[in-house]
């Protein structure tokens, strides 16, 4: 039995699979592009680590498509096989990415939350803790898995990143940027350390500060993975679109956003999505570019990895003219919603389908059904995970039903009054 670089014992006698173990975490907490070579070098050293088995399914679990999940699922098999012979970290983990597998997210967070108790170092698994509750909504728990860490970990730039978000998060800007600055003050190489700054001074409306701070640091994100790569430049556009630069806007779009992406990716998808929209909101005239990006949505149609990304991809499909893929997955919603984990159904019932609804009215233009459908849901939209930068969209989808709704009542008694006037 040998340690990783966390001082956690890992269940191998091989040095090679300890060293890619090493490069793993590194990759995961930094969220390079590299990771998964990392596992797959590790097991071919010792086909038996389970650790990097459990590693594996992780990662995968991480990408939100349904191939990747089956491949989790194989890895998560062959984890369970050496279950017996691991030590109490290692089971414990390997059980809440199982749970994560199964979609029993409660299980899998109480699980993380035990690892982060007894075995503090263990950053990968308040990584995934802090994934699980970003996607419920759930700032305060967010934020203290990291607080519950920090101590044990205070030679760790990537624990500064994790505080600094989760502040951030629950409002506490300034300490946010402290703690987000200390990160990059020990690493420069430190992308979610970046991110969260970029999550501050937009928040702030620092647009210019905002836009120097991404734009020297990145540079250093040539080695992320396009999730974090894409999202990071993703900020930079937002900044623009506040400053009305709408050239600057698609130029990254095109080169990075979009231009940079996986584009089987969800969450690259997702944010080429939001780009688009947050455009179109402000009267832009996005050419093609929707049935562009609607190519390649159509896997997700049944996947539902996610109610916030379900709701991009409805949108997305509806402003696209894809009727008949959008009639699908709405239905797929649906019936998704009756079989998912107890602990989620209700947000999928009583949030997720009337916001998809209310997102496809608005995509087709029928503002008051998507005024009708959006209203009530809109205070509960938290729950559906995602950050204030990327939730504040469907509440500006919203207020511009209404003023559409509004302009086109009004045109109307216009029309009516003009007639009468002249009979």
Known sequence: ???????????????????????????????????????????????????????????????????????????????????????????????????????????????????TQEFPRDLISVQQGQYHYFYLGDKERLLKIAQKVFTANRDNHYVYGMMAFGLEQCYRLAEAEVFARLATTINRYDPWAHHAIAHVMETQGRVDRGIAWMESHADTWENC??????????????????RG????????????????????????????????????????????????????????????????????????????????????????????????????????????IPAARGLVAHAIGHWSTAIAQLKPVLPQLYKLGGSHAQRVLFEQVYRNSILRDENLSASTLYASNSTTAKR
């Open 1 to 115: 039995m040998l340690k990783d670089a966390q001082g956690l014992e890992v269940t191998t006698d091989s040095q090679e699979t300890i060293a890619a173990i090493n490069r793993f975490i590194e990759q995961a907490l930094g969220y390079g592009k590299d990771a998964e070579a990392c596992v797959l070098e590790g097991i071919a050293a010792d086909p038996t680590c389970a650790m990097l088995h459990a590693y594996a399914a992780a990662h995968y679990l991480c990408q939100e498509n349904a191939i990747a999940i089956q491949q989790a699922i194989s890895h998560l098999l062959l984890a369970q096989q050496q279950v017996e012979k691991l030590t109490k970290r290692e089971q414990l983990y390997i059980q809440a990415i199982a749970a994560w597998g199964s979609g029993a997210i409660d299980r899998a967070i109480a699980l993380h939350e035990e690892i």
């Open 225 to 242: 993975n396009s999730m974090l790569y894409t999202h990071n430049w993703w900020h930079i556009a937002l900044y623009y679109l506040e």
């Open 245 to 352: 630069d709408i050239e600057k806007v698609f130029s990254l779009y095109d080169t990075r956003v979009w231009g940079g992406a996986q584009k089987n990716s969800p969450k690259d998808q997702v944010g080429a999505i939001a780009t688009l929209l947050r455009l179109e909101l402000r009267g832009v005239d996005v050419g093609e570019r929707w049935q562009e990006l609607s190519i390649y949505l159509y896997s997700r149609i049944s996947e539902h990895a996610l109610p916030f990304q379900d709701l991009h991809y409805v949108y997305a499909l509806a402003k696209a003219g894809r009727r008949e893929w959008l009639n699908v997955m709405l239905n797929s919603m649906e019936k998704h919603a009756t079989t998912v984990n107890p602990y989620l159904r209700q947000n999928w019932f009583e949030i997720a």
